[in-house]
C-alpha cells in the first residue's frame, strides 16, 4: 500500500532534480567551450552523475535513468532544442531563478537518496552520506570532467552542510508520527530554505587554518 | 549455436580496440612527461576504461579484463616492451596510421558496448548511449587522469556523432532479415567509415552560442 | 576457525592506511584553500577511494566503509576535530613520520586489495593489479578531485612498484608453508621496507623516452 505513492514521490523528486542538474551542467560546459558532444554529455553527468554515483555505491540496479529511460530521452531531446538558443536563454533566466530551482535540485536528491539509502539497509550515518553525496556529487563530477577544481568544496558556502542537516531531519522524522512522505517533503523543503537562507545572508563556512 | 561466434567476434573486437585505446593513452601520459608506472596504468584507463565503466553501468561481472587475463597481462607486457621505443615508434607510426587505427576502434568498441548493453536487456536508447560511453569513455577517463578537459567533449569534431549513428544502426538491423555477426560488423564498419571521412573533410559540429 | 583472525588482520590493516590516508588527502585539500567540506571530503576520498575502488570492481558489498560505519564516523569526527590545528599539526608532525606512515599504509592496503581480490576468486595477475590499486588510488583520486595530475604517476618513484612487488611475494608465499596471516604481514612489512629504502636512497625509474 505504503510503496507505490513513496516511489512515485521519488519519481517526482528526480525529475524536477535532473532539469535543474541538467542546467548547471550545460552552463559550465559552454562556459568551458565545449562543442555539442560535450555540452550534453556534461549536462548529462550533471543531472545523473550523483545519482548514479549512489546507485552504484549501493549496487541498486537498474539504475534510475536505466529504469526511467523516459528521463534520458527527455534531457536528450531538451538539450538538442535548448543547446542553439542557450545564450539567449542566459538572458531570460536570471541569477536568481537559477539559485532557487538548484536549492529545489538539492533538497529533492537529498532526500531521495538518503531514502533509497535506507530502503537498501544502510545505517543511518551512511545513510545521511549517501544523502549528501546524490546531492552534491552531480556538481563534483561536472567540475572535474570541466577540469575544476569541484566547486561545492572551495566557495565557503555551506552548500553540503544544509544537505547534511536535512538528511538527519529525515532520518530522525522517521520516528516522530507522521507520515512518511510529508517527513520527506518536509526534509527537503528544509534543504531548500537553509540553502535559500544562507544564500540570502552570503553566509560562510571556515578553511582550515 | 549462435552464442559462440557471436562471443569470440566481440573477443576479436575487444582486443583490437584495446591496443588502439592503450596506444592513446601511452602519447597522452608521455605528452604529460609521467614515469613508467603513470605511463602503464593511464593506457590501461584508456584501453580498459570505456568497457570497464560500462561494466559497471550494466553491473556485469567479471569484467571483461578480469575475464580475459590474457588481454590484461598482454597489455602490461606490450607496454613494458615498447616503453624504452616510445619515441623511435612515433616516427614510425604516422598520424594517419593512428587515426585509421582510432577509427576501427572506435567502431569495435561502440558495437561491442551496444552488443553487451542488450544482452543485459537494456532498452534501445540506453543500449546506444552505452554503445557511444564503450567507444568514448576510455578516452574521456584518459583525459580526466591527465587533467585534461576531455578532447572529445571539445574538439568539435563528430567522434561522439558517428558512434552514436552507427549504434543505432545496428539496433535497426535487427529488424532486417540479416545475421547478426553481419549487423555487428556492417554497423561497425560503418562507424569507422564515417569518423574518418568527416576526419578526412574536416567536418565540424557547432558549439552552442 | 581461520577466517576470524584474518578478517580481524585485515580489519586492523585497514582502520591504520584509512587514517593515513585520510591526513594525506586533508594536507592536499588544504593546500588547495578548500573549505572544511572540501577538506573532509577529500579525506575521504584519500581514505576511502581505493578500497572503494577494488570493491566495485570486484563487486563487492557493503563496501568496507559501510560494514565498519564506525570507520567512517571515527574519520568525520576527527577530521573534525583536526581541522582548526591544521597549521599547528604540521609543525608538530615531521615530514619523516609522515613518509613512514604512509609506507606503513601502502604496505597494509596493498596487501589488503590482494587478499580480498583472492577471496572474490581473482586470478593471480588480476589480484595483483587489485593490490596496487588498493594501494595508490585512494591517491590517485584524491589527486584528481584536487585537480592535479596524480603524484604516483610523475613523481618518477617506484611507489606502485613497491607495492606491485610486495603482492607477488603475498601470492607466491601462499603456496610456502607457513600461516596465511604470517605471509600477510611479512608481504605488507616488506612493501614498507622496500618504499622506506627506495625513499632513503631517493632511487628513480624511468620515463619512456
Known amino acids: 500500500m505504503k510503496i507505490v505513492p513513496h516511489v ?4 517526482v523528486i528526480e525529475v524536477v532534480a535532473i532539469m535543474v ?18 555540452v550534453i554529455i556534461v549536462a548529462f553527468i550533471a543531472a545523473f552523475g550523483g545519482g ?33 538558443f542557450m545564450k539567449h536563454l542566459r538572458h531570460i533566466v536570471s541569477e536568481r531563478l537559477i539559485v532557487v530551482a538548484d536549492a529545489v535540485g538539492l533538497g529533492l536528491f537529498a532526500v ?11 545505517p543511518v550515518f551512511i545513510a545521511a552520506m549517501m544523502g549528501v ?5 552531480g556538481g563534483v563530477l561536472r567540475d ?28 530522525v522524522l522517521q520516528h516522530v508520527d507522521i507520515p512518511n512522505d510529508f517527513a520527506l517533503w518536509l526534509s527537503a523543503a528544509t534543504i531548500s530554505m537553509l540553502r535559500l537562507l544562507t544564500w540570502k545572508f552570503d553566509m560562510r563556512i571556515g578553511r582550515p587554518s
Open 8 to 11: 512515485s514521490l521519488v519519481t
Open 21 to 38: 542538474g541538467a542546467f548547471s551542467g550545460f552552463v559550465e560546459a559552454r562556459r568551458k567551450r565545449m562543442d555539442i558532444v560535450g
Open 52 to 84: 548514479t554515483l549512489r546507485d552504484i555505491l549501493l549496487d541498486k540496479r537498474p539504475l534510475f535513468w536505466v529504469e526511467h529511460q523516459e528521463y534520458t530521452i527527455l534531457l536528450f531531446v531538451l538539450a538538442l532544442t535548448v543547446a542553439p
Open 112 to 122: 531521495a537518496g538518503v531514502s533509497q539509502a535506507q530502503a537498501a539497509g544502510m
Open 133 to 137: 553525496i546524490t546531492g552534491i556529487f
Open 144 to 171: 572535474i570532467v570541466c577540469n575544476e577544481v569541484p566547486m561545492v568544496f572551495r566557495d565557503g558556502k555551506p552548500y553540503a552542510i544544509c544537505a547534511f542537516a536535512g538528511c538527519w531531519m529525515y532520518i
